[in-house]
């Protein structure tokens, strides 16, 4: 196993990032295959299980509220709903189903009581589950625990500095907070961010600066390729090219050894041979289904297809943590608190936010 470290400095990664490319991705390359089976893919099942009316202003997000986009808003899904969808992934080839809601934060309530039970009912069928639900207090994240989850995704999105960039109604450390609240559980951590959102390399460096100081790092780190949706402050972005997207995996697998990179949005836009660079860098995990929330993604039959040509093979479920234990409602030790945390609001002006919203006013 290579050593983890967890003192990356921003100048030792851009050092790394700026290599010549093949000398980067025979490294990376090197360091992917003394930690991890290079021909096996971990394949997840991403599903809104609430989409739309966000009250943040993330540039890039067609689900916030404040901005026109053609997204069809819906309530909570149901929990029979959710199984039968997860039944469907899973005879499809995947071993985790990730649930995301398009909420700020969890509120303590019926809803939530509603996702612990989802979270419960995908648990017994053998595979993992991760839940993406906004900022949680560390009482939400012991119940989440308790129901079984195992994994919680919670991106920094690009670096400190150009966070602010992108988003003014919610705060940095509230990101780092939050992932400081699921490491106080058993639940393992799912954190990355998105590249092509007009951040420079320096960036791009500083947001895994932040990811690697972590300790423990990221179990799992999702690395997106921005999907600029018409409506959206960040619908203008060109999209990021394949060379930037396999100079950021295999640095990510560089410095974080022994993390899962998951190769995320904007998978559309690369061919297979892009792909399978990514995967040679490594990645060494995917998202399956013709949606990433509200973005497009690859057939899951095509998915299938370039593993058959590549000769990969799903990973199985619980290969890397043993599968949690589900405590039903109803033996529960734990009640919910009410908890009104106070997250940040920043407020500063992002001035594209604000062009994108007033554009919004007008076309509604």
């Known amino acids: 196993m290579s050593e983890t470290r967890h003192n990356w400095t921003k100048e030792e990664i851009l050092e790394i990032y700026n290599k010549p490319f093949m000398e980067l991705l025979y490294e990376a390359a090197t360091v992917h295959r003394v930690n991890h089976d290079p021909n096996v893919v971990q394949v997840s099942t991403l599903l809104s299980i609430k989409t739309g009316g966000c009250s943040e202003d993330c540039g890039y997000c067609p689900q916030a509220a404040r901005y026109h986009t053609d997204i069809e808003g819906n309530d909570l899904m149901s929990v029979q709903q959710v199984k039968a969808q997860a039944l469907r992934a899973k005879s499809t080839g995947?071993?985790?189903?990730?649930?995301?809601?398009?909420?700020?934060?969890?509120?303590?309530?019926?809803?939530?009581?509603?996702?612990?039970?989802?979270?419960?009912?995908?648990?017994?069928?053998?595979?993992?589950?991760?839940?993406?639900?906004?900022?949680?207090?560390?009482?939400?994240?012991?119940?989440?625990?308790?129901?079984?989850?195992?994994?919680?995704?919670?991106?920094?999105?690009?670096?400190?500095?150009?966070?602010?960039?992108?988003?003014?109604?919610?705060?940095?450390?509230d990101r780092l907070d939050t992932i400081d609240n699921v490491r106080k559980t058993n639940v393992t951590v799912c954190s990355g961010g998105i590249i092509g959102m007009g951040e420079n390399i320096e960036d791009r460096a500083g947001m895994l600066v932040a990811l690697s100081t972590l300790n423990p790092q990221p179990e799992s780190t999702p690395?997106?390729?921005?999907?600029?949706?018409?409506?959206?402050?960040l619908e203008d972005q060109k999209p990021v090219s394949i060379w930037d997207m396999v100079r950021m995996v295999a640095t990510t697998r560089i410095v974080m050894p022994e993390t899962q990179v998951r190769l995320s949005a904007g998978r559309t836009q690369m061919t297979r041979e892009g792909q399978a660079m990514c995967f040679f860098a490594g990645a060494n995990s995917i998202f399956a289904g013709d949606k990433l929330l509200t973005t497009p993604n690859p057939d899951v039959n095509e998915d299938m297809e370039m593993f058959t040509l590549l000769g990969m093979k799903p990973q199985k479920p619980f290969t890397k943590k043993v599968q949690p234990q589900t405590v039903e409602a109803q033996d529960s030790q734990l009640e919910a608190l009410g908890e009104k945390p106070k997250w940040t609001r920043p407020e500063h002006t992002i001035e594209r936010n604000e062009a994108a919203k007033t554009k919004a006013k007008v076309l509604k």
């Open 223 to 233: 690395i997106n390729a921005l999907v600029a949706v018409e409506g959206t402050p």
């Open 94 to 173: 995947s071993s985790r189903v990730c649930m995301g809601a398009a909420w700020r934060n969890v509120k303590d309530g019926q809803e939530f009581d509603q996702v612990l039970e989802m979270v419960r009912t995908i648990n017994k069928l053998d595979m993992e589950v991760c839940c993406t639900l906004g900022m949680v207090t560390e009482n939400q994240a012991k119940r989440l625990a308790e129901a079984g989850l195992y994994a919680y995704n919670h991106n920094l999105d690009s670096s400190e500095e150009y966070y602010k960039e992108v988003i003014s109604t919610r705060g940095y450390q």
